[in-house]
């Protein structure tokens, strides 16, 4: 009898337990989903990037895309999502939405738009020269591939521009670590960035202290035939630099003058260029 009270008692609680369970679950569920008109949607993401809520113009302009992928609100707002990421400072979503408009619309009138919104994107991430440049070498690949693909659109001019200075920051980088080789008297390690530098960013404003740096490392190593054609060509180029006098008088100390030896990689690399 007593067996049989107590399989009853917890036959009951085990049904109230149920009950909770089931209750506490539908408690939890999410409300009924409601579609928004899509021009209610779009309107709205773009109120608040005129009120420059940017972040939240991008998930309204996500929003409108979600709820209504095969309007013609659709693609405008992918475009519109990556530009207000952008303006967010969210660049890596930003590089997200925009290489995706790419993928979805690749003949879409505002692609050259979403090219040129990947590339600022990465260059707004470039960093001084101490730190790693990787972000600098992807800004530099994608405005080159912006220029490439649409050189005579409104963009080109601006990736140009951008191109320069983002080439200069990667000579800046080399000549950082050279200037550091240098001081510690690892001359081969530093010869190698100053040349990267002569041979790969000779239209930066890097060059004449490169070509310096290059005299002074070949004359502590006592190859004065590079040193004298790194200077020559330094000299010939840049004949009121500063850089070129330092380079003069460090030869001159040792009675030597700026020469050229046309088997050198120095000229050679000048050569290639010019």
Known sequence: M????????????????????????????????????????????????NNENYL???????????????????????IMSAFAYYQSNEYDQAILAAERFIELHPGNKDVAYAYYLVAISYYEQITGVERDQKVTSQALDALQNLVRRFPNSEYAQDARLK??????????????????????????????RFR????????????????????????????????????????????????????????????LRPEVNEDSWIVKAWNSVF
């Not at 920051?169 to 530093?190: C, F, N, T, W």
């Open 2 to 49: 007593q067996y049989h009270f107590f399989s009853r008692i917890s036959r009951a609680f085990v049904g109230l337990l149920l009950l909770f369970i089931i209750s506490a679950c539908s408690s939890n569920e999410p409300e009924d989903y409601v579609e928004q008109p899509v021009e209610l949607l779009y309107n709205q993401a773009l109120a608040d990037l």
């Open 56 to 78: 939240e113009a991008a998930r309204g302009f996500d929003e409108v895309e979600r709820q209504h992928p095969y309007s013609v609100w659709s693609t405008k707002a992918q």
């Open 163 to 192: 191109i320069d200075l983002t080439r200069d920051h990667l000579a800046g980088k080399e000549m950082a670590v050279g200037r550091y080789y240098l001081g510690q008297k690892y001359m081969i390690g530093a010869i190698n």
């Open 196 to 255: 990267v530098v002569v041979e790969q960013y000779q239209t930066t404003t890097h060059v004449p202290e490169a070509l310096h740096r290059l005299t002074e490392a070949y004359m502590t190593l006592g190859i004065t035939n590079e040193a004298q054609t790194a200077a020559a060509v330094l000299g010939y180029n840049f004949p009121g630099s500063e850089w070129y006098q330092d380079s003069y008088a460090l030869l001159d100390e040792n009675y």
